[in-house]
């Protein structure tokens, strides 16, 4: 019997190893620290503000313990006025969470600086930049946050892929073009994505990884997508186009579960500008992702049911991404989202640039180059008319 027919002689080294490792950390975790000098600095005492909940009377900080050592708020000042407080009454262990209840009248649209003071007299700051009431997640929120999910995911999306009869009329040339647009389009999208991921990473106070985060989210998303590729490619060549109109309407998808957590997040505090500006201007700048959807199409008939169907992937998680912004207002999973649409747009781009070769094998000729500029240009001057 060879080694390879035989799991026990194959993995049975392996899981002694593994065990080995395991016994060795535990015995190291048990008698090691007795055996090192105590840290002569003083405490490393960090806490990190995730979430501020306002309501009549009172301010609700969700703090997180980002440091090395435990930390217990001793006093806490509103504009260097002391105030009455519940919470925290035991000290909060490394990665632990408590929720401070200060009791302040404050004024809506003021800005406030809460100042926390450890039993080791350290100060953390946290800033307020407008005082608003935090919307309560009863029906009407549910049903606001699904109606703008709707207004600036769904319905642009499908608006834009009623452009597909008019792409089916263009030669093999135009569609190589129109597919370079389209590398634009998602390439855009990525970049703007990435830049968000890494802005709400500095944000947080990085007890899970920060920036890591993001790019944790975009390798896991990439290499989630290729697998579904893999076994989407399994079926028939004529299902090609299909194939890549699915990817990307699932990249444009994850996209959009980010772009809804940052209207959610923005509406949560009051920095949602609502109104019809929003509602036009998402619609202008997410309609040219509908294109997108439907560039890989031109040379196939799909039912409407899966055209509908593809514009759902795309644009309903916008309404899942509201929710959650609206009502879990974390940084580090915002990123971390953020993170997973980059990667999904990373993997649909590497599934459509062999389609935007010409018959020389050539990448970047003048109109490839010209239609990936043009939808560069197309994702930043709509994206400009977005005022959320």
């Given at each position: 019997m060879t080694t390879a027919s035989n799991p026990a002689r194959t993995w049975g080294p392996a899981l002694g190893v593994v065990t080995l490792i395991a016994l060795v950390l535990t015995a190291l975790a048990i008698f090691g620290g007795d055996t090192l000098p105590d840290r002569t600095g003083?405490?490393?005492?960090?806490?990190?503000?995730?979430?501020?909940?306002?309501?009549?009377?009172?301010?609700?900080?969700?703090?997180?313990?980002?440091?090395?050592?435990?930390?217990?708020?001793?006093?806490?000042?509103?504009n260097d006025a002391y105030v009455d407080f519940s919470g925290g009454d035991t000290a909060i262990d490394r990665f632990g969470t408590e929720t401070l209840r200060l009791s302040y009248p404050w004024q809506s649209e003021q800005p406030y600086h809460v100042s926390m003071v450890t039993?080791?007299?350290?100060?953390?700051?946290h800033e307020i930049a407008a005082a608003v009431a935090t919307p309560r997640a009863d029906g009407g929120f549910f049903a606001l946050m699904t109606l703008l999910g709707t207004y600036v995911g769904?319905?642009?999306?499908v608006l834009g892929m009623l452009f597909l009869p008019t792409l089916r009329r263009i030669g093999s040339r135009g569609v190589r073009v129109l597919l370079a647009i389209t590398v634009g389009l998602l390439a855009f999208l990525a970049i703007d994505a990435t830049l968000e991921g890494f802005e709400l990473a500095e944000e947080a106070g990085g007890a899970f990884g920060g920036t890591a985060l993001v790019v944790l989210g975009a390798l896991l998303a990439f290499l989630a997508l290729s697998a579904l590729d893999h076994r989407l490619s399994?079926?028939?060549?004529?299902?090609?186009?299909?194939?890549?109109?699915?990817?990307?309407?699932?990249g444009i998808g994850l996209h959009n579960l980010g772009e809804g957590l940052a209207i959610g997040a923005a509406y949560a505090v009051g920095e949602l500008a609502l109104g019809i500006t929003l509602v036009v201007g998402f619609a202008i700048h997410n309609t040219t992702e509908g294109l997108a959807i439907v560039s890989p199409l031109t040379?196939?008939?799909?039912?409407?049911?899966?055209?509908?169907?593809?514009?759902?992937?795309?644009?309903?998680?916008?309404i899942l991404g509201a929710l959650i912004g609206g009502t879990v207002t974390n940084p580090e999973l915002s990123g971390f989202l953020l993170g997973i649409g980059v990667g999904a747009i990373a993997q649909v781009i590497v599934q459509l640039v062999p389609a935007v070769r010409d018959k020389a094998g050539r990448l970047l000729d003048p109109a490839?180059?010209?239609?990936?500029?043009?939808?560069?240009?197309?994702?930043?001057l709509t994206g400009l008319l977005v005022t959320a």
């Open positions: 003083p405490p490393i005492e960090e806490l990190s503000v995730e979430q501020t909940m306002l309501t009549p009377g009172e301010i609700a900080l969700s703090v997180r313990n980002t440091g090395a050592d435990p930390v217990r708020v001793a006093q806490v000042f509103v039993s080791t007299g350290a100060v953390i700051e769904i319905i642009p999306v399994r079926g028939a060549a004529e299902r090609t186009g299909l194939r890549l109109a699915l990817l990307i309407a699932i040379r196939r008939r799909p039912s409407l049911v899966r055209l509908l169907g593809l514009g759902v992937i795309a644009g309903a998680p916008a490839t180059v010209g239609g990936a500029t043009a939808g560069l240009l197309a994702m930043y």
